[in-house]
């Protein structure tokens, strides 16, 4: 059984840094493109930081230059490093992985942790 479980989240203030830790097991995350999303309540989920297989990374504009993702293989644990963080940073943060096994798709999704950037 493929399990994602995020943890990290919580209240932060405006310029404060976090660090999103997304354990996984059932799947050796170096063979998977993993990625986090983010979730606003009605509206869909979107890509905020990707790290593939080969160690290439991809973020949003919104982001750049303050959020950093990595990976901990012998862990088997993605990480996602917050500074700077801004009230329109607060959504539900879910982790994702994905692969393609001979044309199939596999596909997992965490539960996601709620950050929220207040004061």
């Known amino acids: 059984q493929v399990q994602l479980v995020e943890s990290g989240g919580g209240l932060v203030q405006p310029g404060g840094s976090q660090t999103l830790s997304c354990a996984v097991s059932?799947?050796?995350?170096?063979?998977?493109?993993m990625g986090w999303y983010r979730q606003t309540p009605g509206k869909a989920r979107v890509l905020v930081a990707a790290?593939?297989?080969?160690?290439?990374?991809n973020y949003a504009d919104s982001v750049k230059g303050r959020f950093t993702i990595s990976r901990d293989d012998a862990k088997n644990t993605v990480y996602l490093q917050m500074n700077s963080l801004k009230p329109e940073d607060t959504d539900v943060y879910y982790c994702?992985?994905?692969?393609?096994?001979?044309?199939?798709?596999?596909?997992?999704w965490g539960q996601g942790t709620q950050v929220t950037v207040s004061s």
């Open positions: 790290l593939t297989s080969g160690g290439s990374t």
């Open positions: 994702n992985a994905v692969r393609y096994i001979l044309g199939a798709k596999r596909n997992y």
């Open positions: 059932g799947i050796t995350i170096s063979l998977y493109d």
